[in-house]
C-alpha cells in the first residue's frame, strides 16, 4: 500500500515562501514510470495541479504557477517538496502531492494515490 503525508507549514504570511513535503512510504520515487505531483484545493474551487517530479527527477509546472513554484526531492528520504515563492492570499488553499503514472494527468488530475492534504492559510 502507498501511502503519501504532507508536512504542517505552519502560519504562513504574505510574501513568505511556502515550503512543504511529501512523505512517501510503500514506494519508491524513483520507481520508473512514475510522477509525484503537488496539487492544491483554494475554498469554493476545484483541485488545480501545480507541477510534479518524475521518477527521473525531471519537472514540470503549471503555467500559471512556474515563475513561482519549485520541486525537489530527496530520494535518500523518500520525499518530495514544494517550494511557493511570494505568496499571497490567493495561496490559501488545502495542498495535496499524489502519484500518477503517466504525464497526461496533469490535465486529467488523475491519480493512483493521495495524501490527506495540508491546510495553508497565508495571513498576516
Known amino acids: 500500500q502507498v501511502q503519501l503525508q504532507e508536512s504542517d507549514p505552519g502560519p504562513v504570511k504574505p510574501s513568505q515562501t511556502l515550503s512543504l513535503t511529501c512523505t512517501v512510504s510503500g514506494d519508491l520515487i524513483t520507481s520508473e514510470y512514475y510522477y509525484w505531483n503537488w496539487y492544491r484545493q483554494p475554498p469554493g474551487k476545484g483541485l488545480e495541479w501545480i507541477g510534479y517530479?518524475?521518477?527521473?527527477?525531471?519537472?514540470d509546472y503549471s503555467d500559471s504557477l512556474r515563475r513561482r513554484a519549485f520541486i525537489f526531492r530527496d530520494t535518500s528520504r523518500n520525499q518530495f517538496s514544494l517550494q511557493l515563492d511570494s505568496v499571497t492570499p490567493e495561496d490559501t488553499a488545502v495542498y495535496y502531492c499524489g502519484r500518477s503514472s503517466y504525464s497526461g494527468s496533469k490535465i486529467t488530475l488523475e491519480y493512483d494515490y493521495r495524501g490527506q492534504g495540508t491546510q495553508v492559510t497565508v495571513s498576516s
Open positions: 517530479i518524475t521518477w527521473s527527477g525531471a519537472t
